[in-house]
């Protein structure tokens, strides 16, 4: 594989290739080729101290969580409460009752709409109310706010996106006004790779009451998640991107908000009483926790939470903007190929997105395959922003933490096979 020196990222800003070795997949050969793997934006690979974690929860520990009082039910309830104390550290939570578990982050934040559908106010979104998204989402956190408009009547409005991919917020005094009830959007887009300005939809959301919704999903893996220092109401995740399994999600909240607001959801342990005329509920997190949680999964994002923080969120976050800096530059030399979103690795994340002349993305995602190399194709579950540059669909390559440079290189030099194969 080529490599032009001038361009590779110093070794410094690099994670230890060693790390690889922590991941079997990576050992896989795809059609006679190493598996080039460049597709974490669309689930991360897990290491072997998570699947290992799995494998001694299931074969000594199984059991449900909560009530039981003999030794594997209390030893499964600390592990998955203790996965609670490890996600609450991790992204810096003022307490450990402001996480709850969902299967994955579109759950999280149906969660949330669905909340704010049905509770009073001052909170209760209704048909005098608006709701405000980007352009630039996840159909996660674009289907629940159509439902929930469709529902309540309410208003739906969203920031456009610039030609070079990002958020337009030239009208924000008159997107986020004092009819907003709340705010929702994504803190780096799963399509363009777009950091978003979190500070400045924070400041005016809390200008006129609004509250505030980010959907992390593709920001928890990456770097260090702060939710404290985001200000936000609520903050999605998923744990199968951050090299936890899947079925497991977080939706934290402010504990003012989570006593206040109605759960969704009913069924056992959301409940703290029950009687045949009524019901009362249990405190947060375990009101928005209905029937038995994906327990074996939350000890596996727990284990991955582990992973993580002992490499180092900032370390990580470094290796990434050096992979990704490298990555652009090397794609933007390759002949006809247009990166859709920004073209720097400033305010960006791991993830770029392109069309390779009038090649379809199903094409040129059939023809890597054939040299091993993974990538996304389609329009990533984000159709609003393909339809805002008049394109169908994308090729995506997304990196991670065990992404290499010699990576980035297979990438191009497999571009290079697929011009040549369509002539």
Sequence with gaps: MT???GLLPTSGRLLDEAI????????????GKKLVYLDSAATSQKPRQVLDALNEYYEQHNANVHRGVYTIAEEATALYEGARDKVAAFINAPSRDEVIFTKNASESLNLVANMLGWADEPYRVDHETEIVITEMEHHSNIV???????RTGAKLKWFGITDDGRLDLSNINEIITEKTKIVSFVLVSNILGTQNPVEAIVRRAQE????VCVDASQAAPHQVLDVQALQADFVAFTGHKMVGPTGIGVLWGRQELLEDLPPFLGGGEMIETVSMHSSTYAPAPHKFEAG???IAQAVGLGAAVD???AIGMDKIAEHEHAITEYAVRRLLDVPDLRIIGPTTAEDRGATISFTLGDIHPHDVGQVLDEQGIAVRVGHHCARPVCLRYGIPATTRASFYLYSTPAEVDALV???EHVRNFFG
Aim: hydrophobic share 45%; glycine share 6%; charged share 15%.
């Design 3 to 5: 490599q032009l020196p």
């Design 20 to 31: 690889r070795k922590d991941f079997p997949i990576l050992d896989r050969v795809i059609h």
């Design 144 to 150: 629940p706010w159509q439902l929930l408009a469709q």
């Design 208 to 211: 006129v009451g609004a509250l």
């Design 292 to 294: 038995t949680p994906p």
């Design 307 to 309: 992973y993580l923080s």
């Design 413 to 415: 030099e497999g571009l």
